[in-house]
């Protein structure tokens, strides 16, 4: 009997909820209730300032941490990964959607959904081709760079709400140069809203649950009160702004905020939009997918657990697209709040559907109370998560280690400064992509000779090894393709023109886990080039799936010389006298 794709195990694959679910408990119930609650608390604050961050309305972020959180709970593999709006992403947002539309209009809201309907569509496409492993070509130290790099964007362009002042600009030089013309024009009451909750957060993050654990309270409610404190920061400033009548004094509010479930929603369809946001939502899907996985898999790998890349693909895909269909805009996981989540006790992704309910309360309650907050708390509540993404040390790091990293980097953060996000993104992947082409182009390759008394090879020029004057052997340490095939045939030939009498070349393909085609019509060439100079090429532990393809071709029966199952075996055969001798 036929059985169907979505059947059985199938079934599981693609819905983990039906794994999981079967070994839910009230203990798990608890211990996601209360991870719930506390990232509920956190998320709120957040998300309203990542959707302002945005240029979008304050409700959008509250609608993009509802729907989502469902549908990663029921498609993602991940069980303490948080989704929902965050700032690298926001910021992304709002620079594709600035490209089309002036930010509060209806056409720049429906650019911003259409993004996050079109990331969805692509990395649910990327999930069901099982194309997960794309993400490994992006370098983490480019991605790093990139992140640190937006961080110092996002951080300054807060500046503006901190001060009460006008500032545009989608890079650096900019920003502050339009901060700098502005800066006369600072409110001092807003001034000091602003500066007050960036020291009050700071002390929060560090300072508030020692403090609470030297009252005598228990560590999971001194937990929970220290990640209230944003919450905290937003009802005092709320009081006091209603109290004072600050708004009148020039400090700018968020003002009124539907109250309500998300609206259904559709993304436009139109084809001339979308080509404008395909190559934002592209750049959206790999930022968002690298981030949320590097997030997922450490945070399994402390409980001994594990993620499937691809079904998280299609987990987040999920969510994107609910985010479409709920007003929201583009979502990933985020960093700080899934470690929140798993400190806090998340067992099961369940924790993120209880965090949507918490968050479609807060969307059905709690919205008249926001029409006083200012936008210089939620600026600071931004400052204070971005800066944490804020990492100069992969510039020492890549410096002592690698200069070709340190380079890639410093582009990437240069570029990403100097011409915007998008730029440096793209810049990011490009040069990732740039940067395992050069490495892998010019592999490691190393001429090796015998180490007295042993059946081993080493590197001539770093250890005393034993050598023949007529065997010339060349150990490769990469697989061979199209970018190094020419690299490898330019050394050996060069290496063989000289004055020693070489009769023989072994090839020891102990690493070289593939061999394309294009490498192979250079082995070719490279047989026809050494039989012209007298010299038979030979091949030593070839491994079995790179041998079964070399017998499909014609390259071992036009090969001059043979293939030896080690190179210990060519040495003997090769070098003219008794391994005995040889290892003398």
């Not at 469902?70 to 926001?90: E, K, Q």
């Not at 983490?140 to 001060?163: D, E």
């Not at 890549?398 to 380079?407: E, H, K, L, M, N």
């Not at 490495?439 to 770093?462: C, D, M, W, Y």
Request: hydrophobic residues 55%.
């Amino acid at each position: 009997m036929t059985r169907s794709p979505l059947s059985g195990l199938n079934i599981r694959r693609y819905f983990p909820i039906l794994d999981w679910s079967k070994r839910y408990t009230r203990q798990t119930l608890a211990s996601d209730l209360m991870a719930a609650l506390i990232v509920t608390i956190m998320l709120i604050p957040q998300s309203l300032a990542y959707a302002l961050l945005a240029g979008l309305p304050a409700e959008m972020g509250l609608y993009a941490s509802i729907l989502p959180l469902v549908a990663y709970a029921i498609f993602g593999t991940s069980r303490a990964l948080a989704v929902g709006p965050v700032a690298v992403v926001s910021l992304m947002t709002a620079a594709a959607a600035g490209n089309l539309a002036a930010q509060g209009t209806p056409d720049y809201i429906m650019a911003a959904i259409t993004l996050a309907f079109l990331s969805g569509l692509m990395l649910l496409a990327l999930g069901l081709l099982r194309l997960g492993f794309l993400a490994n070509f992006l370098s983490h130290p480019v991605i790093a760079g990139f992140i640190t790099a937006s961080g110092v964007l996002i951080a300054t362009s807060q500046l503006k709400h901190i001060l009460g002042v006008q500032a545009e600009g989608h890079d650096l030089v900019d920003l502050l140069g339009s901060l700098i013309g502005n800066l006369g024009q600072t409110n001092l009451v807003t001034l000091a809203i602003g500066v007050a909750s960036l020291g009050f957060l700071f002390w929060v993050r560090k300072g508030l649950r020692p403090l609470l654990l030297a009252t005598g309270l228990p560590p999971r409610m001194a937990d929970l009160l220290a990640r209230a404190g944003p919450v905290l920061a937003v009802a005092a400033s709320v009081l006091a702004v209603w109290g004072l009548g600050l708004d009148e004094r020039g400090v700018a509010i968020v003002g009124d905020v539907p109250v309500g479930l998300p609206p259904l929603s559709l993304p436009s369809f139109s084809g001339a939009l979308w080509r404008e946001l395909f190559l934002s939502a592209l750049l959206i899907s790999i930022i968002g997918f690298v981030e949320s996985v590097s997030v997922a898999q450490t945070l399994a790998a402390k409980k001994r657990q594990r993620i499937v890349p691809d079904q998280e693909l299609i987990g987040l895909g999920a969510s994107n697209v609910a985010a479409a269909m709920s007003g929201g805009y583009p979502v990933t996981g985020g960093f700080a709040r899934s470690v929140v989540n798993f400190d806090a006790g998340a067992e099961t992704p369940a924790a993120g559907a209880f965090t949507a309910l918490g968050i479609a309360m807060a969307a059905l309650l709690l919205t008249p109370l926001l029409f006083f907050l200012p936008k210089a708390v939620l600026a600071a509540t931004i400052i204070v998560a971005v800066l944490s993404l804020v990492d100069l040390s992969i510039l020492k790091r890549t410096w002592g280690y690698s200069r070709v990293d340190f380079a890639a980097v410093t582009a990437t953060i240069v570029l990403t400064l100097g011409f915007g996000v998008e730029i440096g993104v793209s810049a990011g992947v490009a040069l990732s992509i740039l940067l395992f082409l050069y490495k892998t182009s010019r592999p490691h390759v190393a001429e090796v000779g015998l180490v007295p008394g042993t059946q081993h090879f080493r590197n001539i020029n770093r250890h005393r090894v034993v050598t023949h004057p007529n065997l010339v052997t060349i150990r490769i340490d990469e697989s061979l393709y199209f970018a190094n095939a020419a690299f490898l045939q330019d050394l050996i030939r060069d290496r063989v023109i000289c004055d020693q009498p070489i009769r023989h070349v072994v090839l020891m393909c102990s690493a070289v886990n593939e061999i394309d085609l294009s490498a192979l019509e250079s082995l070719e060439a490279l047989n026809r080039q050494l039989d012209e100079m007298g010299i038979k090429l030979h091949l030593s532990e070839v491994k079995g799936p790179v041998m079964d393809r070399l017998k499909r071709s014609h390259f071992l029966e036009e090969m001059t010389g043979d293939v030896f199952l080690s190179q210990y075996d060519a040495h003997v055969a090769l070098a003219g006298r008794p391994a005995e001798a040889a290892a003398e």
